[in-house]
């Protein structure tokens, strides 16, 4: 199924692999960005370098013409020496060569109109005292890289040349190189969107071609079902680990933090599926805590040896038995009901007829024989002080009318009103017993009789047919669950029965008597309920009457 995404500003949010795409493109152009503002500034780096190496290499060759050294003692500025400078820029591709005096009067100058004036920039402290600088000042043309030397005469400091480049020239070098490096970083951007677009189609494939919220609102879903289940439910990975636990597995299994190793908190069912689960599994009988359980197995779909785990569902056996009786009973009142409905239709019938037929005195006789078959019926059941036990029994007798079978209750049935409280094992026990009864005559005629007798030992019932009776190859097996000589999917209302006798210390047993097969069910007197005591007051009262 398919969910609604989420809506922006009136159109729907990009895919999963368009946002992918977008983000990496995002970092990548972040990081081609940085990338490029690193390398700008190391080139930089290496071209000031490189055109400082250059100026001071020109200043050194220009401090010891003669013609500089002479002009730098004289102090005056000269128009040959101007002209020869400026011929030897040119030559050195500079942008200026700059001769000062001692005082730092320009004797040689790019602009003759800026001769005779004081060089800029500040930096001439270290030529005329002797050292070779490279530094990045701006003077008159503007901001450049300058090699400094001093000029010497019989030791002493004279004057200074200066070449300079202008730092428009020192970007052209970047730029040149980031050029160069272009293609590199149109290569990567071309090969990281390429990149990116398969890891999105890789990842949606993994995920089941379900988008981000997708996704959340699927686990959202998840945890409300989880949350909702009245049974427990577990999840187990391959490796035996439980990674997925409902609110009332959590309560069955204890709380702890997933995930944790299944043999730690339920050794029975890790020990059964520690090979995996190749199939589906269900209503399998195991034991959590001290009490049984029914699981059902359902297999994760993985790859590997073991597979990918399964999800386990459980709950208490005796809730399970307890609906399955309430289905039961429903239906038996259904089947009692549409029976009845049957046979009053067959008798009215016949009566109806009879009267069509002016015979008003045979009428007269058939519905005085079905009073007389009702109240002989009654008086049999006039022992059983247990109603529902006796609504039950007039029931089956109805659907045996409609079966054509006939059905009775022994002389003698009596019972208390004691097992008023035990009346749902009563009527479970009569109920199944009965219906299987009638369904081992399968069609044929026979007869079926139950008889209820209490003693001061308890009550004993039996319920008896005319039926071949049990096979032998289930004789042994016959009250297991699932165990029927009827088909796949019987074999749970002897089974429930057996447990409810049982869990009152009762015994349920069969055999065969003359023809005929017999199944008993003993149950041992129940304990009176306990007087709750008085308050003091009402004691203090008693006490004074």
């Known amino acids: 199924m398919r969910l609604f995404r989420r809506f922006r500003s009136g159109r729907p949010r990009a895919g999963l692999q368009g946002r992918l795409v977008r983000w990496h493109l995002l970092v990548l152009c972040a990081m081609t960005t940085l990338l490029v503002a690193v390398q700008s500034w190391q080139l930089y780096g290496e071209a000031r370098a490189r055109l400082g190496e250059r100026a001071l290499t020109t200043s050194r060759l220009v401090a010891r013409l003669p013609e500089v050294v002479s002009g730098a003692a004289s102090g005056r500025p000269n128009p040959a020496l101007n002209a020869r400078i400026n011929a030897l820029r040119g030559a050195a591709e500079a942008d200026f060569i700059v001769v000062g005096d001692r005082a730092g009067i320009r004797l040689a100058h790019p602009v003759p109109a800026r001769l005779g004036r004081p060089m800029e920039g500040g930096d001439n402290v270290e030529p005329f005292a002797g050292r070779e600088i490279v530094s990045v000042a701006r003077g008159s043309l503007g901001v450049s890289v300058r090699g400094k030397v001093p000029v010497w005469q019989a030791g002493e400091v004279v004057g200074v040349v200066s070449t300079g480049y202008l730092m428009p020239q020192v970007w052209s070098l970047v730029g040149q190189a980031l050029v160069g490096l272009l293609p590199w970083f149109l290569l990567a951007l071309a090969l990281g969107t390429l990149g990116a677009v398969w890891a999105a189609r890789r990842l949606r494939a993994e995920i089941l071609n379900l988008e981000p919220e997708e996704i959340a609102a699927l686990a959202r879903q998840q945890r409300a079902v989880l949350a909702a289940l009245r049974e427990g439910v577990i999840a187990v990975d391959p490796a035996g680990q439980v990674t997925l636990v409902s609110d009332r597995a959590a309560a069955d299994l204890g709380e702890r933090p997933v995930p944790y190793p299944l043999a730690e908190v339920w050794p029975e069912l890790a020990h059964l599926t520690r090979g995996g689960v190749g199939a589906r599994q269900q209503s399998l009988e195991l034991t959590l805590r001290g009490g049984p359980v029914l699981v059902n197995l359902e297999p ?62 045979e009428a007269l006789r058939v519905l005085n024989a079905e009073i007389r078959s009702d109240a002989e019926f009654r008086q049999l059941l006039r022992d059983v002080q247990v109603p529902r036990l006796v609504a039950l029994l007039a029931g089956k007798r109805e659907r045996a009318q409609e079966l054509g079978i006939e059905f009775g209750v022994a002389e003698g049935s009596s019972l208390s009103p004691t097992w008023e409280r035990h009346a749902d094992t009563l009527v479970t026990a009569v109920g199944n017993l009965t219906e299987n009864a009638f369904e081992a005559l399968a069609g044929r005629p026979g007869r079926v009789t139950v008889l209820i007798g209490e003693d001061p030992e308890g009550v004993q019932l039996s319920v008896e047919d005319s039926g071949p009776g049990v096979p032998d190859d289930l004789a042994g097996t016959l009250y297991g669950r699932g165990v029927s000589s009827k088909g796949e999917g019987r074999g749970h209302g002897l089974a429930g029965v057996f447990a409810r006798v049982q869990a009152l210390g009762g015994q349920l047993r069969h055999r065969r008597r003359e023809g005929r097969t017999v199944f008993e069910v003993s149950l041992p007197t129940p304990h009176p309920a306990p007087l709750m005591p008085l308050p003091p007051a009402s004691r203090s009262s008693e006490a004074e009457g």
């Open 300 to 361: 994760l779909d993985g790859s590997g040896p073991s597979g990918g785990g399964f999800v386990a569902g459980f709950r208490d056996r005796a809730q399970a038995l307890a609906l399955a009786e309430e289905l039961t009973h429903a239906r038996g009142f259904v089947d009692v009901l549409r029976a009845q409905t049957h046979e009053y239709q067959n008798r009215l019938h016949v009566i109806s007829g009879l009267l069509q037929l002016d015979r008003p005195e």
